[in-house]
């Protein structure tokens, strides 16, 4: 008799548990949608707090463990947010997005291998997420996976087809993948789309610069600073133009302009270097050392230390051709290949500044020769070995 009692306890017991386990469930999804609002309104500490309590309340929440991840991350704990998006794919391993979101994670570290692999993961799990394409088209074209990212920017263009930014992208894969004819393509359809495209001109001005068309180009550049005159892109890329065929008073106009409108840091370091090359050039080489010697201090007292600086001191005089090229060199090889095409391509730039002809055309030649065709340099140098004959120091 003692036993069935026993037996009918536990058994009455069951439902017990049941609903306290759903309690618990139902008040870890509440949290959790707290910390989601939380985290919209900027609370970051507050809505870690929530996702805290509804990971305690139910170990199995895998949105709770996801969005945590997104909080951490908007507060720079890279590592916290890895290890959180990494608990969610463990919970729910059917989670597109938690694959996505530690694939941006990787990027932090630079692991691009593992970003590719979580998004490709992801893309398994949800074929229709226009964002898994773009991120992982974005990657491959930076680790010049270039027939891949043409694959996932035409998929892009395909899922948003009102969406002419997909066309540009698509139009700069097929470019860097060498196939110029498919880019030009592309940029002709996306201006039939859209004629007031400021960046399909300007990626049509390069492709019809290295196809020897440098009327048309000019043409298009000039169109593209007219469509966008608040976008640095197209007065750099103009101004670049102008300078590779030694019209240096039109090159610093555009170059300064383009400076004006920039913001980011990579885009300002450049933007420097280009007009320490022009007044150089037009013979202020004094004033041109004055002020980028000034723009590098600035850059100091942020104590920002990486490639553009390293050029800045081989163009100042403060290193050697032979450490500029040493110092180009990385474990990651992309990473080298890039940074010797921008090397040779400044190298060039102070061979010419000395009268050294043929050591300028060499280096410029093996500018060209890495192939990385996005590069603002790679498509000055060509130019600039079109116009060799006038490869000479320019004075007022």
Known sequence: MKYCILILTWILAVPLYAQDDYERATRSRRHTEKGKELTRIGDIEGAIMDFD??????????????????????????DGAHDDYSQAIETNPGHPLAYYERSQSHLEKADWESALGDL???????????????????????????????????????????????????????????????????????LRKNRRSALGYVLRARLKTIKGL??????????????????????????LFFYARNQFSKARNDLSAGLELATQRESLDYANLWLWMTDA???????????????????????????????????????SEEELLV??????LIKEKEQLTEATYYAAQAHILKNRREEALKSLKTCVAANILLFYEHTAAFLQISHEDDIQRKTP
């Open 53 to 78: 309590e509804a990971i305690r309340l139910d170990a199995d929440n895998a949105e709770a463990y996801l969005y945590r991840g997104r909080a951490k991350a908007k507060r720079k704990d890279f």
């Open 120 to 190: 490709t993961e992801a893309i398994k799990l949800d074929s229709s997420n226009p964002n898994y394409y773009r991120s992982r088209a974005a990657i491959r074209l930076k680790r010049h996976q270039h027939t891949e990212s043409v694959e996932d920017f035409e998929r892009l263009a395909n899922l948003e087809k009102n969406d002419l930014r997909h066309l540009r992208s698509l139009g700069d894969a097929k470019y860097a993948a060498g196939d110029l004819e498919g880019a030009l393509e592309v940029c002709n359809n996306l």
């Open 214 to 239: 440098e009327k048309g180009a000019h043409a298009d550049y000039d169109k593209a600073v007219k469509y966008s005159p608040q976008s640095s892109e197209p007065y750099f890329s103009r101004g």
């Open 281 to 319: 050039r037009m013979g202020k080489v004094a004033h041109a050392n004055e002020t980028l010697r000034r723009y590098r201090d600035e850059r100091e007292e942020e104590k920002t230390f990486d490639w553009p600086d390293t050029i800045t001191r081989f163009v100042l005089g403060e290193i």
């Open 327 to 332: 110092l180009a060199k990385d474990t990651d």
